[in-house]
């Protein structure tokens, strides 16, 4: 742990093709929107109403492959003390709770008109409220801590802990649940709607991706400023 | 030999921790005192009516230990932050695992003594019987105060050093303990009731594994978490 005492000197982000990229998703996202909107049927039950699927369940896949992102990118801080990595997961945390939070509302204005209620004690539900709790837990320590390099250290912990607390979660809820009454199913898919389904869940992809990369880069580029301002303070300029 | 100076270690931290605790025991008072009056709040919150209460008793009890836990975790690491010593302590030689492993047994006792407290008092104040289950429920009691612990203690470490940790704690441990707190209070609430439908093994390996998982966690991520 010898190496923790030398800050990592980093370089500030490039910008690249990541503006075009962007141009690129958000013309995806509507064409995917409007496509899906055109090719589907409303549904025998559902009405239009079911065409929230395709914003709720991309944004719930996804947020899985973030948080999956935040776990993978702590384990490789940790692993390689390498400060952009605590960057990354820190983005992929804070696109992963937006989506999470997209998740839970749409799933709420879904489920009133098709279930009664706005909120059920379902296992699928409850995890995912308790996720968002987790990671606005990790933000919360993230606001918390001014030095980077323990802020890096701890959120990685709390990141990694959270990703492996999910399953456990996700079993004693269902546990809770099944115990009492039987769960209630969603019903499956439609074969009409899942080309649509795909697209969107691309769609949300390319926007996870793309919201990742530039919250990635503000916050690299803060703490390129940081350490330049350090640098100058101690008289010295922290790039030859 | 490597193991037992380290248990040598984590014992002389507990050691440390305990006789604080005993020598001065404004901490212990006031947190079983607090562990009561929250008992003594949810029973004005769930009414008068006995049967409402005792069908309340097992979810209350655990609230009440998790909300009295709390406070002896934030306080754990209190008096070395106050004097300036938890820097000399991390520089003694020896794995820093010790320094942990004699907070999780500090405020594993600490915990017990709360729970012991608030148990014999939700069972005044929420008119439980005492069921011949017992043993079994005592095996829960300790399952469940070792999840509480292992998480508190490592969570403790990071907020009691942030700002604003007494928001911080609870804000991180409370979604992380939910299926600590759903398997022991469904554990209770079977075994109360008798355990007729035998669902209170099932909880009982949740918390075991839920205890296996965390406590090797939090052993692997301590160094991470207490370095300088």
Known sequence: MTTAAVPNILEPPRPGRWAWFGVFTFAFLVAAQAISIAISPPDRDMGDLQKILYIHVPAAWNMGICYLLVAVYSFRYLWKRDERHDLIAASAAEVGTVLNGLTLALGMIWGRPTWGVWWTWDARLTSTLIMFLVFAGYLALRAFVEEPERRARWSAAAGIFGAINYPVVYMSVRWWRTLHQVQSSPGTLDPNYTLSLRLNAFAILFLCIYFIRRRYEAALTERVAEQTLQAAALGGSARG | ?228
């Open chain 2, 1 to 228: 030999m490597a193991f037992r100076d380290d248990w040598m270690r984590a014992r002389a931290v507990a050691w440390k921790d305990l006789t604080a605790e005993r020598r001065s025991k404004a901490g212990f008072n006031s947190v079983a005192a607090l562990g009561i009056t929250i008992l003594v709040l949810f029973g004005f919150a769930l009414g008068p009516d006995t049967e409402a209460i005792r069908a309340a008793a097992p979810g209350a009890l655990w609230l009440a230990a998790l909300f009295a836990g709390v406070l002896a975790f934030n306080r754990s690491y209190q008096l070395e932050l106050e004097g300036g010593a938890l820097e000399p302590l991390l520089l003694y030689p020896g794995s820093r695992r010790s320094l942990f492993a004699g907070k999780l047994l500090a405020n594993f006792v600490f915990v017990l003594l709360l729970m012991a407290i608030v148990i014999v008092a939700s069972l005044v104040l929420f008119h439980v019987e005492v069921p011949g289950t017992w043993p079994a429920l005592l095996g829960v009691a300790l399952l469940g105060a070792i999840g509480l612990v292992t998480l508190g203690t490592f969570y403790a470490a990071m907020a009691s050093r942030s700002r604003a940790r007494e928001v911080l704690l609870p804000l991180l441990l409370f979604p992380m303990l939910v299926p600590v707190l759903l398997a022991a209070m469904e554990a209770t609430k079977a075994l109360l009731a008798g355990d007729v439908m035998r669902e209170a093994g099932a909880w009982a390996s949740l918390l075991v594994a839920y205890d296996a998982i965390f406590l090797s966690a939090t052993f692997l991520a301590f160094d991470a978490v207490i370095e300088a």
